[in-house]
């Protein structure tokens, strides 16, 4: 019987590899706190107060030598002649003597409105906004712009004034809450032109408050966060495909069929090279505008698989052997994944998949919108609570079934005691460490949130959101590649043919002793095989 790695590779290779995982998984975490910047970079734009008296069609720029008639504010003389109509609010992305870059992979805006009170034009309840918005570009700053897009989009207006509403406080502004405006999935080009109005009659844009200001704060990943993270990529891409590749052809030199624990392994380093792919690469010479929503699918597929994997591998060390190797036999907890998958991926095409034709469009354009994005949202959330219960149950179960077989261990012959005490001790420890994964992400996950993105420690400066990002990205790709390599089958076997004979014959001795533990059930591990005898019994 050859068994897996994990039960025939000697202590002290295990400590190595044990050892490597960990020197990995450190300079995971290293590159992203003392090399790479923050993922993201914040950069404010005040808008510029265009006139266009006879609403022509082209595009205003608010600087440059071809920049538009503008004012600075709406007390000016000038503007006391304009109506409302007449203002087109300007804003050129990036700030003058800069450009915008393909590493930067993606760019958001928000919204900001400086609204002051006015006794007799105050901000109403529940009020929306139209904005008339048009984007363009241009990759020189001689050319003419191109135009990209152009939609009239709708928001809720939500705003509060903290001070009592009377005449001593007109002139004071309302705080307003940021309001999603445009996302780009790519950035293929140099310039960026915001134009956006506020169309005004008499349904229209009523009851908004007397508007002062705009500002666009735009989003993007910072070019050097990009280049770090691609090259994680690259790294682990043929690393994992590499081990995968291997995985499976050990598997078919197999005398037997793969089980479902084994099939289940293979498709996990197949999502997980599904993930790796760096296909940033090509997006830096296209403009590939589903670039965010493709990176979203590999995310929801590997991690759909992860859970499955999770799911099947504690429960195949639970059933007795009349009843495993079967996918029928999870299918709630399999479907439960399945189906928060699902629903994820629904709310995410029903906004990053309309972005690809209109950037500006949002989910949180309306209530009734906000509503079922917010449903899909907590549906997801409670289905991926429920699975995590159900895998806490089955952990439970799990161990409590090798505490069974524990006991038994000392009635064994001295070398079957001593092998079984081995194999349980190193899946406890691979179970523990499964768990430990799990709640590492979500602690890091918390620790991300709360902190302010990086600390100071001497004379460097530490990334904690990018030291995350690498961190829980690194520590998946070294969690898949260690399932992978210690529950491949091992060939030890032949190779140890020609050693001890006595040792052997002890072996064999205890091993024919002992079958009523295996049954001759066919399995990846010893703990497989016995585990699922004592279920049954």
């Known amino acids: 019987m050859s068994g897996a790695i994990i039960e025939n590779m000697s202590t002290k290779k295990l400590a190595v590899l044990g050892f490597f995982i960990l020197v990995f998984q450190v300079l995971s975490i290293i590159v992203g706190a003392l090399i790479a910047p923050s993922p993201t970079s914040a950069i404010s734009y005040l808008a510029t107060k265009c006139i266009n008296r006879h609403r022509a069609g082209g595009w205003l720029v608010p600087w440059g030598s071809n920049r538009c008639q503008q004012i600075h504010s709406f007390d000016e003389p000038l503007a006391k002649t304009l ?95 940021p309001i999603p405006f445009m996302e780009l999935g790519s950035v293929a080009h140099k310039y960026f032109l915001i134009n956006l109005r506020l169309p005004v009659n008499d349904t229209v844009n009523v ?33 994992i495909f590499g081990a995968t590749v291997w995985y499976w052809h050990r598997i078919s030199l197999m005398a037997r069929p793969p089980v479902l624990l084994e099939k289940v392994i293979f498709a996990l380093g197949i999502s997980m090279t599904f993930l790796n792919v760096p ?64 629903v994820l991926l629904v709310f ?61 261990v000392p009635a064994m012959p001295e070398a079957r005691r001593l092998r079984y005490k081995g194999i349980i001790f190193r899946f406890k420890f691979l179970m523990l460490v499964t768990l430990a994964c799990a709640a590492m992400t979500v602690i890091f996950f918390i620790l991300n949130q ?13 990334q904690v959101h ?38 052997t014959d002890v072996l064999e001795k205890a091993e024919s002793q002992a079958s009523w533990l295996t049954c001759g059930e066919q399995g990846p591990t010893e703990t497989y095989r016995i585990t699922g005898k004592v279920a049954e019994e």
Request: net charge negative; charged share 20%.
């Open 207 to 239: 009851g908004i408050g007397e508007i002062k200001d705009i500002q666009i704060v735009g989003i993007h990943q910072n070019g050097g966060f990009t280049k770090v993270w691609i090259s994680m990529k690259t790294v682990y891409s043929p690393w």
């Open 348 to 408: 995410d095409l029903s906004e990053r998949g309309v972005h690809l034709n209109n950037p500006f469009y949002s989910v949180w354009a309306s209530d009734t919108e906000t509503k079922v994005a917010v449903t899909f949202i907590i549906v997801a959330g409670i289905s991926v609570c429920l699975y995590f219960l159900s895998l806490c149950g089955m952990v439970h179960c799990v161990f409590r079934n090798i505490g069974g077989k524990i006991q038994q």
């Open 83 to 177: 109506d409302a109509n007449d203002i087109v609010f300007a804003v050129h992305v990036p700030l003058p003597h800069k450009e915008m870059s393909p590493w930067f992979q993606y760019m958001l805006a928000v919204l900001h409105f400086d609204i002051a009170f006015k006794m007799i034009n105050q901000i109403e309840d529940d009020v929306i906004i139209t904005i008339d918005a048009g984007l363009a570009y241009r990759d020189d700053l001689k050319s003419e712009w191109t135009t990209k897009c152009h939609s009239v989009e709708r928001r809720p207006l939500r705003c509060t004034f903290a001070v009592p509403k009377t005449y001593e406080n007109e002139g004071r502004f309302y705080h307003c809450d």
């Open 450 to 462: 709360v902190s302010e993105g990086h600390w100071r420690w001497g004379d460097y400066t530490l």
């Open 466 to 503: 990018s030291a995350f990002l690498t961190g829980i990205y690194g520590m998946w790709n070294l969690y898949v590649f260690t399932i992978i390599f210690l529950y491949a089958p091992s060939h030890k076997h032949k190779r140890d043919k020609s050693g001890d004979s006595q040792r």
């Open 279 to 342: 296909v940033e690469w090509l997006s830096l010479g296209f403009e590939w505008t589903w670039m965010l929503l493709f990176e979203d699918v590999q995310q929801g597929v590997f991690y759909s698989t992860l859970f499955c994997f999770w799911i099947i591998f504690c429960g195949e060390h639970l059933m007795d052997q009349s009843q495993r190797n079967r996918l029928s036999a999870y299918w709630w907890q399999v479907g439960l994944v399945v189906f928060s998958s699902s």
